[in-house]
């Protein structure tokens, strides 16, 4: 069944990029409320402005997602940058996590490096009745923040992503044909995690084997990434995920 997904989720839904204080602070307070109040990640103590918010978000681009009909925030993501005023500064999964693969990451330019950090869904919207008839099993805001992630990579120049993930995002990129590749041990950051790192031209190709309707709305119909040489294989396209990243 191919997936108008383009007009469904333009029906319902629109992602902005928070390039302006007052849309920060909406990003801000959606990572606390998953973050802090959903979550119990992070101590809500700590954010007495009820903002959440660290010393990566200078350098780094993040998105939204709203709902139309409510106006309401639902979802973000950020992807923390390479800091260009110092090139060997560290990111939170180097900080936060032991490596045991160094060697692989030491193959990759760190100017290509970027980090996928605040990936999150608030419980509020995703416990609401929400269909698109025939469709409402697909897991529209996940792969919307992936679109989102593959954009922000494309053009910032990136081809290589970390990201501290959990067992239910392993499990849900495994359905798209996409395997992360564990640096590192498991750790107690933001609940039991692994270290990962992923070169994306990999996990589009992947994906496209998998699916050519999830392949275009993730890399907008080819035009964020050069499509693979081999015909994708559709598979059935329903998925779930309620994961958070970092």
């Not at 609401?128 to 922000?152: D, E, V």
């Not at 692994?194 to 496209?208: G, H, N, R, S």
Request: net charge neutral.
């Amino acid at each position: 069944m191919t997936i108008n997904f383009f007009d469904s989720f333009d029906n319902y839904f629109d992602i902005i990029i928070a390039n302006n204080d007052e849309l920060k602070n909406e990003a801000y307070k959606l990572r606390y409320q998953v973050y802090c109040v959903e979550n119990m990640f992070l101590n809500p103590n700590e954010y007495p402005d009820k903002l959440e918010s660290d010393e990566f978000d200078k350098n780094s681009i993040q998105y939204l997602v709203i709902h139309r009909k409510s106006g309401n925030f639902i979802a973000t993501v950020r992807l923390i940058l390479p800091d260009s005023h110092n090139p060997n500064g560290l990111f939170p999964l180097e900080q936060h996590c032991d490596i045991n693969k160094m060697a692989l990451s030491q193959q990759i330019n760190r100017k290509n490096l970027a980090e996928v950090s605040r990936f999150c869904i608030t419980k509020t919207f995703t416990r609401r009745s929400f269909t698109l008839g025939k469709k409402q099993n697909f897991p529209y805001i996940t792969i919307a923040l992936i679109n989102c992630i593959i954009k922000a990579s494309h053009e910032n120049n990136i081809d290589y992503l970390y990201g501290i993930v959990d067992h239910s995002v392993i499990r849900f990129a495994s359905k798209l044909g996409v395997n992360f590749t564990k640096i590192g041990p498991q750790t107690d950051y933001h609940g039991i995690r692994w270290p990962t790192v992923i070169k994306i031209t990999d996990a589009v190709d992947y994906i496209a084997e998998k699916n050519q309707d999830i392949w275009n709305i993730i890399t907008n119909k080819g035009t964020l990434i050069k499509p693979p040489l081999q015909s994708p294989i559709k598979v059935s396209n329903t998925l779930h995920t309620q994961a958070t990243i970092d």
